[in-house]
């Protein structure tokens, strides 16, 4: 089975700041995405950036951008000049090809300070 | 397009009654993934469907079932409720075909068991 761990239960992080959220994951499948959602109080989850396994190239969305190191099964979330509206609950998961669903972690809580 | 809706959002019901939760995907997307979300355990994978067929089913006790439509719509039943069933149900669509790891997610629908 897959399971994805988020290490950090809670992060903080100072308006125009910089934050690294952490996620490591263990699978021997070779062919399988990752992603990270962010839940903001509403609770809607909102897809931040996905990441496909076969590429070598970290993802990049704005702000938002991945460290991914697949030898290693890390995929952690760089927030840059982070925002009051970042704050949120972040879920790291991963999806792998055949079993149409997702993996989540346990979550980081970001609060973002003026 | 209209995002993934869940009705109703909010549902109270007495340990023992059985409850509903419908889920109307994004128009043209043909897959259905439902979860459960609670404070102790976090994000877990309830069924997914595809076209009328549920493709995978995840570790939850027989109470807990689901159908899909042939307008992709989906529902699932929880039968028999207890307490600790009390949590966020969502629901998420995927295109299906070659995006089916795209999932959108629904707001949620908030069931309270008392």
């Known amino acids: 089975a897959q399971t994805v761990t988020q290490s950090q239960p809670e992060m903080s992080v100072q308006e125009a700041e910089t934050v690294t959220l952490s996620c490591t994951y263990d699978?021997?499948?070779?062919?399988?995405?990752l992603f990270w959602y962010k839940q903001p109080p509403s609770r809607q989850m909102i897809l931040v950036i996905r990441q496909e396994a076969y590429k070598q190239q970290n993802a990049t969305e704005n702000r938002f951008s991945v460290n991914f190191q697949k030898a290693a099964k890390s995929f952690s979330l760089k927030i840059s000049d982070s925002q009051l509206g970042d704050a949120a609950m972040y879920f790291c998961a991963y999806f792998r090809n055949s079993g149409y669903a997702l993996n989540f972690g346990k979550g980081t809580s970001l609060l973002v300070t003026p | 397009k209209a995002g993934v809706t869940q009705t109703p959002r909010y549902l109270i019901k007495t340990r023992g009654q059985q409850v509903t939760l419908s889920c109307s995907p994004i128009s043209g997307h043909r897959s259905v993934s439902w979860y459960q979300q609670t404070p102790g355990q976090g994000l877990q994978f309830l069924f997914e469907?595809?076209?009328?067929?549920?493709?995978n089913k995840g570790n939850f006790p027989g109470r807990f079932s689901g159908r899909q439509f042939s307008n992709s719509r989906s529902e699932m039943n929880v039968s028999t409720l207890e307490l600790g069933d009390s949590a966020l149900y969502l629901c998420?669509?995927?295109?299906?075909?070659?995006?089916?790891?795209?999932?959108?997610f629904g707001p949620g629908t908030r069931l309270t068991v008392t």
């Open positions: 469907y595809f076209s009328e067929t549920q493709r």
């Open positions: 998420a669509s995927s295109p299906g075909g070659a995006q089916f790891y795209e999932q959108y």
């Open positions: 699978t021997s499948e070779s062919d399988y995405y």
